[in-house]
């Protein structure tokens, strides 16, 4: 079965950086687009950052632009989303993404704060 595992969450002052992980199992890894989503207390779920299944094509949401990168590695079954400049308006739990047949599949999430 589709399984997604996220980590590399954690508590960072502002300006700092983190990178986090998504290790993909359960299917084709290679032919999938994968997303990074995030939801804060309070607020809908939103898009970070998308990949295409090669790795060609990014895009990003408004507010993480120019300070976030996706990138894969399709011999590891890895998604990574790098943070940059973290602000504490980044602070949220962390999804991994990916769409199937019939569904759309979730990560447990890794929680991300940005605090002094």
């Known amino acids: 079965q589709v399984q997604l595992v996220e980590s590399g969450g954690g508590l960072v002052q502002p300006g700092g950086s983190l990178t986090l992980s998504c290790k993909a199992s359960g299917f084709i890894f290679s032919t999938k687009t994968m997303s990074w989503f995030r939801q804060a207390p309070g607020k809908e779920r939103e898009m970070v950052a998308t990949?295409?299944?090669?790795?060609?094509?990014?895009n990003y949401g408004d507010s993480v632009k120019g300070r976030f990168t996706i990138s894969r590695d399709n011999a590891k079954n890895t998604v990574f989303l790098q943070m940059n400049s973290l602000k504490p308006e980044d602070t949220a739990v962390y999804y991994c993404?990916?769409?199937?047949?019939?569904?759309?599949?979730w990560g447990q999430g890794t929680q991300v704060t940005v605090s002094s």
């Open positions: 990949i295409t299944s090669g790795g060609g094509t990014t």
């Open positions: 993404n990916v769409n199937g047949q019939f569904r759309t599949y």
